[in-house]
């Protein structure tokens, strides 16, 4: 695969502002742990091959456990997933492939038994951040791992 276009050199200031988004995501109070399950789900579900690679070598990086990180994909049936970890899961899944009658009662009734308004409002931007990043990599076809060395990513030993 050959990337089609750099956005950061077509458009830096957007992309710079993006950046600040998704850091501003990560600084609120959902856990990291979830957030890294969060940006692997939907990067598997749009197929974003340089966000999952990305995202499964910061989790590993953090700590994250290997066995968990190849169940994300099967999480209803995995035993690994907490309540509030699952209820992220289907959150990501709803909102990153919206139902065309919108999202079902019961999915919002679930993860509400698990966030708190402030929390799910800052879930669902989490959502938005990488379901966008997600778009951009997509589109553009930008190479998996290819910035590996510039984010620290090398360090995770998966290559």
């Avoid at 399950?37 to 995202?55: E, K, P, T, Y």
């Avoid at 209803?76 to 899944?93: D, G």
Wanted: charged letters at 25%.
């Amino acid at each position: 695969m050959t990337q089609r276009i750099n956005a950061f050199a077509q458009s830096p200031e957007l992309f710079k502002k993006f950046v600040e988004f998704g850091m501003l995501v990560k600084s609120g109070s959902i856990e990291h742990e979830i957030l890294n399950l969060v940006d692997i789900r939907a990067s598997q579900l749009n197929g974003c091959g340089f966000c999952l690679d990305m995202h499964v070598k910061q989790a590993k990086i953090q700590g994250e456990r290997e066995l968990r990180l190849h169940h994300v994909a099967i999480w209803r049936e995995s035993t690994l997933f907490s309540p509030r970890e699952r209820a992220a899961l289907a959150w990501t899944e709803v909102l990153t492939h919206l139902p065309a009658q919108g999202v079902p009662a019961d999915i919002y009734e679930r993860v509400r038994t698990q966030y708190s308004e402030k929390e799910l409002t800052e879930l669902s931007f989490a959502i938005m951040a990488i379901n966008g990043w997600n778009r951009l990599n997509v589109g553009f076809q930008t190479v998996p791992g290819s910035a590996d060395k510039a984010y620290g990513l090398d360090k995770a030993n998966l290559s």
